[in-house]
Structures are given as structure tokens and as C-alpha cells.
């Protein structure tokens, strides 16, 4: 399973932080938001530590990191627009869990609103 936390309401030009835990050990986590009427667009990804991917509406603005102890993965937002405004969702590819993988798995989503 993953759960995601952390969205909320918040003024433009402020920040808010994302987590998503696994259940397990993940591999590549990745962050994607849809906006009403709007399809699902990739935001973030992680496959590594040393490895980040970002959406180029995004890039300088968020950033992506994970805590392997913590089987979870963080995505800072900062300097936040209206047009941010979208159900955060996370995905993980693959999660070790109890002695077998889980592929493709979804967190529940966590509404960020951006005010102007």
C-alpha cells in the first residue's frame, strides 16, 4: 500500500510538503496531479537517490527526495502557484512487501489548492 499526506490549502508563493510511505521497500516513486478536467500529468520521479526527474513546469520550485529507512518518499513544494492546484497523487512501480513485489501501486491522492 501507499499513503499519501501533507496537501492542504495555502497562499501562492508559499510551500507545502508531500510524503508518501510504502509499506514496503520501493523502487521508483513518482509524483503525478490531475486538475479538474485536466488529465493526469507526471510531476516528479525518484528511481534512486541520486537519480530525480521533474516535469518542467516545476523544476527550481519542487523537489523530490526519498528516506529508504522510511520506505518513503517527500516532494517539496515551493513557491506555489494557482496553477498547482490539483489532486496529488503517488505511484510506486514496484513495492517488496512480505516476501513478494506489488506492481504499480497508487496512493489515495492529497488535494493541494493554491490561492492567489
Known amino acids: 500500500q501507499l499513503q499519501a499526506s501533507g496537501g492542504g490549502l495555502v497562499q501562492a508563493g508559499g510551500s507545502l510538503r508531500l510524503s508518501c510511505t510504502a509499506s514496503g521497500r520501493v523502487n521508483t516513486i513518482s509524483w503525478y496531479r490531475q486538475a479538474p478536467g485536466r488529465e493526469r500529468e507526471l510531476v516528479a520521479s525518484i528511481p534512486s537517490s541520486e537519480t530525480t526527474r521533474y516535469a518542467n513546469s516545476v523544476k527550481g520550485r519542487f523537489t523530490i527526495s526519498r528516506d529508504d529507512a522510511k520506505n518513503t518518499v517527500y516532494l517539496q513544494l515551493n513557491r506555489l502557484e494557482p496553477e498547482d492546484t490539483a489532486v496529488y497523487y503517488c505511484?510506486?512501480?514496484?513495492?517488496?512487501?512480505?516476501?513478494?513485489?506489488?506492481?504499480?501501486?497508487w496512493g489515495q491522492g492529497t488535494q493541494v489548492t493554491v490561492s492567489s
Open positions: 505511484n510506486a512501480d514496484r513495492v517488496w512487501y512480505r516476501g513478494r513485489n506489488y506492481y504499480g501501486l
